[in-house]
T-cell receptor, first 116, second 117 residues
Framework: DTGVSQDPRHKITKRGQNVTFRCDPI?????LYWYRQTLGQGPEFLTY????????KSRLLSDRFSAERPKGSFSTLEIQRTEQGDSAMYLC??????????????FGPGTRLLVL | DAKTTQPPSMDCAEGRAANLPCNHS???????VYWYRQIHSQGPQYIIH???NNETNEMASLIITEDRKSSTLILPHATLRDTAVYYC??????????????????FGKGTLLTVNP
């Protein structure tokens, strides 16, 4: 399968702990997006990379959140000092820029985080 | 991005066509209409997108009105596996490698389509 993959699929942690999620985009996709989805809501944009550059961060991304894409391939999303309100599904999507005709984002299966 | 309006829920009988409406009356000329769906506990799945012409692929058809203020996603022969939340999204056309969060997807609450046996 050459789709977007995310690891882990599920994570349970205690409040105050740090967690890190990984996203592997579709090969050669130069754009990578992180979204967060809480129960009953649609996904919300968190941040966006073009190659290794982080070009945009949502106001939802507090100082406790940091995302990286060091070599322009996989990306990590770290949450420090987790809070119960961080419990959500974290989704990664990738796309290829400059394809014309409307770029399409393809999503991974998500990482479901539960903070106790 | 233009706002979209979708009914919160719809039912469809298995084997029949499912027609999911979406209103996007404030869409601008450089915005595409995208449809995604999300089956419970999975990531969103891309279905189809279009600018102003009707589009068809192996999953569905997209009918966009001439004034582009509304569209309909058609699943020609719905199956139980098509039960999902369907999201209609309008988004700027990507012209190249420049740009940024203009290309993010802004999801609403979508339409929960339930296909009944």
């Amino acid at each position: 399968d050459t789709g977007v993959s995310q690891d882990p699929r599920h994570k349970i942690t205690k409040r105050g702990q740090n967690v890190t999620f990984r996203c592997d985009p579709i090969s050669e996709h130069n754009r990578l997006y992180w979204y967060r989805q809480t129960l009953g809501q649609g996904p919300e944009f968190l941040t966006y990379f073009q190659n290794e550059a982080q070009l945009e961060k949502s106001r939802l991304l507090s100082d406790r959140f940091s995302a990286e894409r060091p070599k322009g391939s996989f990306s990590t999303l770290e949450i420090q000092r987790t809070e119960q309100g961080d419990s959500a599904m974290y989704l990664c999507a990738s796309s290829s820029a400059g394809t014309g005709g409307g770029e399409t984002q393809y999503f991974g299966p998500g990482t479901r985080l539960l903070v106790l | 991005d233009a706002k979209t309006t979708q009914p919160p829920s719809m039912d469809c009988a298995e084997g029949r066509a499912a027609n999911l409406p979406c209103n996007h009356s404030t869409i601008s000329g450089n915005e595409y209409v995208y449809w995604y769906r999300q089956i419970h506990s999975q990531g969103p799945q891309y279905i189809i997108h279009g600018l102003k012409n009707n589009e068809t692929n192996e999953m569905a058809s997209l009918i966009i009105t001439e004034d582009r203020k509304s569209s309909t996603l058609i699943l020609p022969h719905a199956t139980l596996r098509d039960t999902a939340v369907y999201y209609c999204i309008v988004r700027l056309y990507s012209l190249g490698i420049s740009g940024g969060s203009n290309y993010k997807l802004t999801f609403g609450k979508g339409t929960l389509l339930t296909v009944n046996p």
